[in-house]
């Protein structure tokens, strides 16, 4: 690919994943478009790294909202590629507890939004030069379910169905679609938004781990599966720390 095709569009860029991948694919030579509700923090990232980033605030949850950034994007010129990071988790209730504005809010988020800006995107992603890149940052938790996930490894589940789905849709199309499962990564902002703002919960997720999976890791599977050749396409990836077996296989130390 030349430096005038590898445009790509990052959701979820202002923290964590979305934003290693960010810099993860600037340092590869690829032009960036950063989504992310967070105007300040996107202009912040754009302000560190430089020229090669370019930003949108957007809340794809929203129709206009997604509707108005993609319009500005698609003006800026072709798009190679779209790496969907915007998502979360909230909440760790059991079924019969959990709230439903919780769950409603994990789908609208990590399943609705996904699609709404997936579709979007598609046929600028398809007339690239070689063709496009659809890449989707699932989890491990749309693999394993376990006790008090429910909403979200279902989320989940459906966000590596949506990719799977695709795939097979667009066979003889000049499409790439990509899953991305990571296992327990320790970001700035996600746990302590599962468990709204309790650091202490949020700390004891990672407690005794010893080397969670960084942003920085899960970004460098992104950038490796997206400088494949045009022609090939890396269907899914599982990546976990050495210490995680499974969910419920994780090595802690005491």
């Not at 095709?5 to 950063?34: D, E, F, M, N």
């Not at 699609?115 to 394993?144: D, N, Y």
């Given at each position: ?161 949506m990719a799977r789905v695709l795939r097979l849709e667009q066979i003889g199309q000049p499409l790439r679609v990509i899953d991305i499962s990571p296992g327990l990564v320790k970001t700035d902002e996600f746990s302590v938004k599962r468990f709204s703002g309790d650091a202490a919960k949020a700390a004891a997720v990672y407690q005794g781990v010893p080397n969670p999976l960084t942003a920085d890791d899960v970004a460098e599977s992104i950038r490796w599966a997206l400088d494949q050749p045009d022609t090939v396409d890396i ?20």
């Amino acid at each position: 690919m030349t430096e005038t095709t590898k445009r790509v569009v990052v959701t979820g860029a202002s923290s964590g994943i979305g934003a290693a991948t960010v810099h993860a694919l600037v340092a590869a030579g690829w032009s960036v478009v950063a989504l992310a509700r967070r105007e300040d923090k996107l202009k912040e990232l754009a302000e560190e790294i430089g020229s090669a980033v370019s930003y949108v605030a957007c809340d794809i949850t929203d129709e206009d909202s997604t509707q108005q950034a993609v319009d500005t994007i698609v003006q800026g010129g072709g798009v190679k590629a779209l790496v969907n990071c915007a998502g979360g988790a909230i909440g760790k209730d059991a079924v019969a507890e959990a709230s439903l504005d919780d769950w409603r809010n994990m789908y609208e988020l990590n399943v609705i939004g996904t699609l709404r800006i997936t579709q979007k995107l598609l046929p600028t992603l398809k007339a690239a030069p070689g063709g496009g890149t659809v890449l989707i940052v699932s989890s491990t938790a749309g693999i394993e379910p376990y006790e008090g996930g429910a909403g979200y490894c279902a989320s989940k589940s459906a966000e590596r169905i949506m990719a799977r789905v695709l795939r097979l849709e667009q066979i003889g199309q000049p499409l790439r679609v990509i899953d991305i499962s990571p296992g327990l990564v320790k970001t700035d902002e996600f746990s302590v938004k599962r468990f709204s703002g309790d650091a202490a919960k949020a700390a004891a997720v990672y407690q005794g781990v010893p080397n969670p999976l960084t942003a920085d890791d899960v970004a460098e599977s992104i950038r490796w599966a997206l400088d494949q050749p045009d022609t090939v396409d890396i269907d899914s990836i599982v990546v976990r720390p050495r210490a995680e077996g499974s969910y419920t296989k994780l090595y802690r130390e005491s």
